[in-house]
């Protein structure tokens, strides 16, 4: 078994067995202690702008499965469905100097990053796909981030078990090469299942972190008082580590 398939089966063992002896106190100091080891030990070994793996067109997976969400089902999604997400945007605010919101059309025009990688669930699955899009960090300094800021918050317009779903990363992340935001897989516009119109690429982390049905993007300088404050809805919600490096 490869090492990102064996730390996404732990993982996942982990969050289905044991989650009673998840919640307790000592255990999820202990946790944190492990993520932050894991996190300080992944960007020592990659560095901070190590790439993740890249593959070729030969390698794509015949099948990408969609997961968690596979269609937010609700009347505005559906009606933008509908138009062929012509109406669909991305708004860019937070701790900038100029708050932006951007249009499919505006989001294709600009610079794009094209990377065949491999998604890894948590759930032990994996799937090769070509994604495209421009970079986050391309975005980022449009708008003008300031220096206040430490974190990337990503709003989406799916709703999970009543609660909005949403994620986060630091600025590393945000910056990263690899960290896109996709419109297309293999060529083509992403499939409803896999995040239409729009979802970001977190390459180096677990499948949860690459949240889809973007609506907004938001720098801020803490994520205490955004939802549970843990960073990410499975974060909150299961207690799944904030930072998930494969």
Request: hydrophobic fraction near 40%; charge should be neutral; include cysteine.
């Amino acid at each position: 078994m490869k090492r990102r398939n064996l730390i996404a089966g732990l993982g996942a063992g982990f969050l289905a067995g044991c989650s009673k002896i998840g919640e307790s106190g000592p255990m999820q100091s202990l946790f944190k202690l492990s993520e932050d080891w894991h996190r300080r030990a992944h960007r020592a070994l990659a560095s901070q702008r190590g790439l993740a793996q890249e593959f070729t067109k030969a390698d794509i997976s015949p099948f990408f499965r969609g997961n968690g969400t596979t269609d937010p089902g609700d009347a505005a999604y559906a009606a933008h469905l509908a138009s062929g997400f012509s109406g669909w945007s991305l708004a860019v605010g937070g701790l900038v100097d100029r708050p932006l919101q951007f249009t499919l059309e505006q989001l294709q025009a600009l610079p794009q990053r094209r990377q065949i990688t491999r998604h890894d669930c948590v759930e032990g699955w994996s799937a090769i796909g070509e994604w495209t899009g421009p970079r986050l960090g391309t975005l980022l300094d449009m708008a003008g981030v300031q220096s206040a800021a430490n974190y990337v918050v990503f709003r989406c317009a799916d709703i999970l078990a009543g609660s909005p779903y949403y994620e986060s990363v630091d600025m590393v992340d945000a910056y990263h090469p690899q960290t896109i935001v996709a419109h297309s897989l293999n060529g083509e516009p992403l499939p409803v299942a896999n995040g239409a119109p729009l979802r970001v690429r977190i390459e180096r982390q677990l499948g949860y972190k690459s949240a889809k049905y973007l609506t907004a993007i938001e720098a801020v300088a803490s994520l205490d008082g955004i939802a549970g404050g843990k960073g990410g809805y499975w974060e909150d919600r299961s207690g799944y580590h904030w930072y998930a490096g494969a």
